[in-house]
Every structure is written in structure tokens, then in C-alpha cells.
């Protein structure tokens, strides 16, 4: 398909989680409300990936990279 414009939206892991416990899930509520909101402004996924951010000194915290298109 081609797309005329593209957006990208990240949504990361909670930093608190992170902290105390370690490791912490990337947080599946906020990404499906992130994706309705953006479904319904016609964009549609063209790409995702997981990344691992360092968080502070010693933590790393996962991020999903999404490519939306329209």
C-alpha cells in the first residue's frame, strides 16, 4: 500500500514497575487505546518494534515503536 503521511507513536513500559520490581509489561490497556484513538483518524500499523531504553543508571525499560500510515 502506499501512504501519503506518516505518524509514530511510542508507548512505554511504567517507570515506577520498573524501579521496584525490575522489570515491569509493557502496559496492553494504554497501547489498545492508543490504536482505537488512531484507528478512528484512519491510520492504520505499518510497522512495530520493541525497544529496550536505559532508564535512569541501572534499569532499562521496554518501549513499543509503532509506524502508523494513512
Do not use: D
Not at 14 to 22: F, I, P
Not at 24 to 35: D, K, S, T
Not at 44 to 51: A, L, P, R, S
Amino acid at each position: 500500500m502506499n501512504f501519503r503521511e506518516y505518524k509514530v507513536v511510542c508507548v512505554e513500559e511504567g517507570g515506577c514497575s520498573t524501579l521496584l520490581l525490575g522489570h515491569a509489561q509493557l502496559p496492553l490497556p494504554r497501547i489498545e487505546q492508543v490504536l482505537n484513538e488512531h484507528v478512528q483518524q484512519g491510520w492504520q500499523v505499518v510497522f512495530q518494534v520493541i525497544e529496550k531504553r536505559r532508564y535512569f543508571l541501572f534499569w532499562t525499560r521496554e518501549a513499543l515503536i509503532i509506524t502508523l500510515g494513512r
